[in-house]
T-cell receptor
């Protein structure tokens, strides 16, 4: 079983839509969780950390379900500029991160 | 401006040649990392360093070497022993015991 699994997509949505991505992780000892955004041919950029209680940053909401070992990202009111690949990232110790392969989002006018 | 710089942005080399990729940060971060990304693949860890003069192998260290003589710098050498070196190479850094990593703009290496 892969350590961090994501649906590669692409998810095609119109502007203004709400879209959700899920990610599952295999190691129950995982301690920290993140969503990164990566634009085409660019470096990944931290979108948000994911806390046990769930957290929200503007149009973005992240949730963690430790019992089922999955993380979700919800994007409301999608913008064209949200088109990117979203990477689910998990940390076991504090020194290294494990990256999923990413979910591609395409927002159309 | 504080940040992570990588140079060059694009690099071409002939098969059998060693090449060194630069990574510099002025964020005063303790830990630095090198990743490789291939099309359709996730990031894979090559090497990382948590303090000066110390580094550890990641998941795919074979054919690569690093040094960490200064806190600000973590160069990666891709040797001729690396079988498939063509890839997008990303350097990252992390502050203290915080878990988030921040990335440089990357170097695209193509072996001809």
């Amino acid at each position: 079983r892969k350590e961090v699994e994501q649906d590669p997509g692409p998810f095609n949505v119109p502007e203004g839509a709400t879209v959700a991505f899920n990610c599952t992780y295999s190691n129950s000892a995982s301690q920290s969780f993140f969503w990164y955004r990566q634009d085409c041919r660019k470096e990944p950029k931290l979108l948000m950390s994911v806390y046990s209680s769930g957290n929200e940053d503007g149009r973005f909401t992240a949730q963690l379900n430790r019992a089922s070992q999955y993380i979700s990202l919800l994007i409301r009111d999608s913008k064209l500029s949200d088109s990117a690949t979203y990477l689910c990232v998990v940390n076991i110790g504090y020194s290294t991160l494990t990256f999923g392969k990413g979910t591609m989002l395409l927002v159309s006018p | 401006d504080g940040g992570i710089t990588q140079s060059p942005k694009y690099l071409f080399r002939k098969e059998g040649q060693n090449v060194t990729l630069s990574c510099e940060q002025n964020l005063n971060h303790d830990a630095m990392y090198w990743y490789r990304q291939d099309p359709g693949q996730g990031l894979r860890l090559i090497y990382y360093s948590q303090i000066v003069n110390d580094f550890q192998k990641g998941d795919i260290a074979e054919g690569y070497s690093v040094s960490r003589e200064k806190k600000e710098s973590f160069p990666l050498t891709v040797t001729s022993a690396q079988k498939n070196p063509t890839a997008f190479y990303l350097c990252a850094s992390r502050r203290g015991r915080e878990n988030e990593q921040f990335f440089g703009p990357g170097t695209r290496l193509t072996v001809l």
